[in-house]
């Protein structure tokens, strides 16, 4: 299906407006299918732009909606996220799953390059496969992470044990069965706490569009369409030397956002600093920008990102 969303390119004096086209995709894998919606010209390879943890892929509509007017934006929900496909019974989520979809998505829409626009965990990803592939990806773009934060690896060990007990405790719930509903005040409220109070709470909207589902045995409310199994992911240490090792890899031009307000206080210190250090000494293509705002500046603070996004895509003729 496709729609087309309005808004003002002023958005000071309102002068101009623009209907941007926004068409639901679907690209197949073996498990089932990974939901996107693609923002602008479908004939012009668009930014890859990958969600964070529990997040879907409307929390880049803001971002989308100013910019996707110069460049397309494919914004993807990540399997067990929005409206993708869970992944299998049995599996654990975990963030090199994102590595894999960027290939099957790249080889199915048989593009020569990849260009990523990611956030959080989803900007891990996303600088894991360009590690992997640097020839495959001509820019990254990264609001926040390109490696998680340092943990006390004792804490580690007990979040991968819980998690692991939580995964096993979750196999009877299937897709086609029905979590707890709520109404969605309800809704709202605990993406709001869920996501650490980060998302304005007038934005979270844009993630409900995408993340919930109407209850068949409650009418009137409304349960989440993610994959219960998402909350307990594999986060288990990994050898920063290979890390490191890959973020070396990593020669194309890279745009990097911090947060000022992030509550992630620690990618400013240790592993995360050091690697961003790297990758400032090794990359003549680096830049970073720190911004106003908390862990999710892209939706709540789209308007501060945009302009250095376009600047970055310009600089590196991204609009040819």
């Given at each position: 299906?496709?729609?087309?969303?309005?808004?003002?390119?002023?958005?000071?004096?309102?002068?101009?407006?623009?209907?941007?086209?926004?068409?639901?995709?679907?690209?197949?894998?073996?498990?089932?299918?990974?939901?996107?919606?693609?923002?602008?010209?479908?004939?012009?390879?668009?930014?890859?732009?990958?969600?964070?943890?529990?997040d879907?892929?409307?929390?880049?509509?803001?971002?989308?909606?100013?910019?996707?007017d110069?460049?397309?934006?494919?914004?993807?929900?990540?399997?067990?996220?929005?409206?993708?496909?869970?992944?299998p019974?049995?599996?654990?989520?975990?963030t090199?799953?994102?590595?894999?979809?960027?290939?099957?998505?790249?080889?199915?829409?048989?593009w020569?390059?990849?260009?990523?626009?990611?956030h959080?965990?989803?900007?891990?990803?996303?600088?894991?496969?360009?590690?992997?592939f640097?020839?495959?990806?001509?820019?990254?773009?990264?609001v926040?992470?390109?490696?998680?934060?340092?943990?006390?690896?004792?804490?580690?060990?007990?979040m991968?044990?819980?998690?692991?007990?939580?995964?096993?405790?979750?196999?009877?719930?299937?897709?086609?069965?029905?979590?707890?509903?709520?109404?969605?005040?309800?809704?709202?409220?605990?993406?709001?706490?869920?996501?650490?109070?980060?998302?304005?709470?007038?934005?979270?909207?844009?993630?409900?569009k995408?993340?919930?589902?109407?209850?068949?045995?409650?009418?009137?409310?409304?349960?989440?369409?993610?994959?219960?199994?998402?909350?307990?992911?594999?986060?288990?240490?990994?050898n920063?030397?290979?890390?490191?090792?890959?973020?070396?890899?990593?020669?194309?031009?890279?745009?990097?956002?911090?947060?000022?307000?992030s509550?992630?206080?620690?990618?400013?210190?240790?592993?995360?600093?050091?690697?961003?250090?790297?990758?400032?000494?090794?990359?003549?293509?680096?830049?970073?920008?720190?911004?106003?705002?908390?862990?999710?500046?892209?939706i709540n603070?789209?308007?501060?990102?945009?302009?250095?996004?376009?600047e970055?895509?310009?600089?590196?003729?991204?609009?040819?």
């Amino acid at each position: 299906m496709t729609a087309a969303v309005t808004w003002n390119s002023n958005s000071s004096t309102g002068a101009e407006q623009i209907q941007i086209p926004v068409k639901e995709v679907k690209i197949p894998v073996p498990w089932g299918n990974i939901v996107a919606k693609l923002w602008g010209n479908e004939n012009k390879r668009p930014l890859l732009a990958i969600h964070g943890w529990q997040d879907n892929c409307g929390v880049w509509d803001p971002l989308a909606s100013l910019i996707s007017d110069k460049v397309p934006i494919l914004a993807i929900d990540m399997p067990g996220h929005g409206f993708s496909s869970w992944l299998p019974p049995g599996i654990v989520y975990d963030t090199w799953e994102i590595v894999r979809c960027i290939q099957a998505i790249k080889e199915y829409l048989k593009w020569d390059k990849v260009s990523i626009l990611g956030h959080s965990m989803g900007s891990i990803g996303g600088a894991r496969y360009c590690g992997l592939f640097p020839e495959d990806v001509d820019m990254v773009m990264s609001v926040e992470n390109f490696v998680y934060e340092d943990m006390d690896i004792n804490i580690r060990l007990q979040m991968h044990i819980f998690g692991l007990k939580k995964v096993q405790l979750s196999k009877s719930f299937e897709p086609t069965s029905e979590p707890p509903a709520y109404t969605m005040e309800e809704i709202i409220e605990k993406w709001y706490l869920g996501a650490d109070k980060s998302i304005l709470k007038e934005n979270i909207p844009y993630l409900v569009k995408q993340g919930v589902k109407p209850s068949t045995k409650h009418p009137g409310k409304f349960f989440f369409s993610r994959d219960i199994r998402v909350k307990y992911g594999s986060f288990t240490p990994e050898n920063n030397d290979y890390l490191e090792l890959l973020m070396r890899r990593v020669k194309c031009p890279v745009l990097y956002f911090r947060a000022k307000d992030s509550h992630y206080k620690s990618l400013s210190k240790g592993f995360p600093l050091k690697v961003q250090k790297l990758l400032q000494e090794n990359n003549p293509h680096y830049e970073s920008h720190l911004v106003e705002g908390t862990h999710h500046i892209h939706i709540n603070n789209a308007d501060k990102l945009a302009p250095v996004i376009l600047e970055f895509l310009a600089k590196h003729n991204r609009f040819t």
